[in-house]
Each structure stands twice: as C-alpha cells, then as structure tokens.
C-alpha cells in the first residue's frame, strides 16, 4: 500500500487516515500511534475490514465505544471479544440485544442484572435458560419471560410453578401454562377458572377431579362456552 511511504505529517493527520482506512482497513498499521488508537479512526478501519483491529493501537480492542460498535454492526462476535469485557455491563448489553444468547458468555454478577437478562429473553426467549437462578426465582422476572414467550413456562422454578400469584397471572397470558402448575396452584379452582377463560383447551390440562366435577363444568362452560369443544 503507497500509504507506507506517507510522511510522518500524513500518518499523524486524522482526515487523512480516516479516508485511507475508508478505503482500506489495514492502512491503520501505518498511522501514528495516536491515531491506531483513536476510536473514529479503529471503527472505521473495521468497517473495511475486520483484522484491523489486530493492527490498531493497543487496548483497542478493550476499547468500551470500539467493541459495543463493532459487535452491533456485526464486524465482533462477543464471544470473540477480549473476555475482561464480559464483566462489562455496557458490552454485555450491547451484545445481549443483538443475539441473546450471548448472555451465556457474560460474567456470573450480569447474569443477575434484570435488564441485560430480560433483553436477552426478548431477543431470543431461550435465553432465559442462562439467567441466573436468583432472577428465575423473581415473579416480575420470570413472569415477563413468560409474557414474551409462554413456553418459557416449563423452566421456570417449581417454587414459582406452585405459587398462586404467580400462576394466576400466567394462565392469563396463555392458559395452556396451567399444564406446568404445581400440586398446590393446581388446586385452586380460580386459576383454572381463568385458565380456562384464556383458553377453553386449557380444561385438558385440569386436574382429573376437576374435569369430572359436574359443577365445575358448569362454572367453565359460563366462564368459556367453546369448553364444549373439549
């Protein structure tokens, strides 16, 4: 590449180095130090080709601004980035929103962080499974997991499974979750009652004594006259 032969005046200029990465990546190799390692110049060298960043500045690639940049724009695999920025909550959230089973790679405290967690749910519902166990445990957490993915419902803790509040607010997003309640949640004859108002198929997953209870059925055929159907 001619740039090699640049002067000193023209490997330190900005405009300069900023038009020559434009063009080609691996220019940045014959910046001056200061410029290798000047964000606007590495992020556009990137967007020309990805192995710049083996020949920027050092710590670039720990650089907070280069590494969200380049992982958004797909130039960084997160699980490729340097791993003292998986404790990195910036990053990790970054990441997280654009694949959101990167949140397997991030750092054991990020994992309990609601924010970064239910993103990585949004952005992929399996994600929920690399959830830390304190957030499953959450009612507004897993219940929110649950509202962007019902199927979610069969990991979710027992403890929550046999909770009332809990399970009452989940049939109301799909009744069919009344399937995964625990002994004590599906007993209560109003969680199914509204399981059953969400969904009449919802009476297959009742408990036997429910389904052979002639008042019961007669409660849900007011409650849901497509039970019939069952």
Same mark, same amino acid.
């Given at each position: 590449?001619?740039?090699?032969?640049?002067?000193?005046?023209?490997?330190?200029?900005?405009?300069? @180095?900023?038009?020559? !990465? #434009?063009? +080609? $990546?691996?220019?940045?190799? %014959? =910046?001056?130090?200061? *410029? &290798?390692? /000047?964000?606007?110049?590495?992020?556009?060298?990137?967007?020309?080709?990805?192995?710049?960043?083996?020949?920027?500045?050092?710590?670039?690639?720990?650089?907070?601004?280069?590494?969200?940049?380049?992982?958004?724009?797909?130039?960084?695999?997160?699980?490729?980035?340097?791993?003292?920025?998986?404790?990195?909550?910036?990053? @990790?959230?970054?990441? !997280? #929103?654009? +694949? $959101?089973?990167?949140?397997? %790679? =991030?750092?054991?405290? *990020? &994992?309990? /962080?609601?924010?970064?967690?239910?993103?990585?749910?949004?952005?992929?519902?399996?994600?929920?499974?690399?959830?830390?166990?304190?957030?499953?445990?959450?009612?507004?957490?897993?219940?929110?997991?649950?509202?962007?993915?019902?199927?979610?419902?069969?990991?979710?803790?027992?403890?929550?499974?046999?909770?009332?509040?809990?399970?009452?607010?989940? !049939?109301?997003? +799909? $009744?069919?979750?009344?399937?995964? =309640?625990?002994?004590?949640?599906?007993?209560?004859?109003?969680?199914?009652?509204?399981?059953?108002?969400?969904?009449?198929?919802?009476?297959?997953?009742?408990?036997?004594?429910?389904?052979?209870?002639?008042?019961?059925?007669?409660?849900?055929?007011?409650?849901?006259?497509?039970?019939?159907?069952?």
């Amino acid at each position: 590449n001619s740039f090699r032969f640049a002067s000193d005046r023209l490997r330190d200029d900005f405009e300069t @180095v900023f038009d020559a !990465v #434009n063009i +080609d $990546g691996m220019v940045i190799r %014959y =910046a001056s130090d200061e *410029l &290798k390692s /000047d964000p606007d110049i590495v992020k556009n060298a990137m967007d020309n080709n990805p192995l710049a960043l083996s020949a920027a500045g050092a710590d670039m690639d720990k650089n907070e601004d280069v590494v969200i940049d380049l992982i958004q724009k797909g130039k960084l695999k997160f699980i490729d980035a340097d791993k003292s920025l998986r404790k990195n909550r910036n990053v @990790v959230l970054a990441a !997280v #929103n654009v +694949d $959101g089973e990167n949140l397997y %790679y =991030a750092d054991t405290a *990020l &994992k309990n /962080d609601y924010e970064i967690a239910i993103s990585a749910v949004k952005q992929h519902s399996h994600s929920y499974t690399w959830a830390s166990d304190s957030l499953k445990n959450n009612k507004a957490f897993s219940l929110e997991a649950v509202g962007l993915d019902s199927k979610l419902i069969s990991n979710v803790p027992y403890e929550l499974l046999d909770d009332e509040e809990f399970m009452s607010e989940a !049939v109301r997003i +799909d $009744g069919l979750t009344l399937k995964w =309640a625990g002994y004590n949640a599906s007993g209560k004859e109003k969680i199914v009652l509204a399981a059953i108002k969400q969904n009449p198929a919802a009476l297959f997953c009742a408990r036997d004594f429910y389904r052979s209870d002639e008042n019961f059925l007669k409660k849900a055929l007011e409650i849901n006259g497509d039970c019939l159907k069952f």
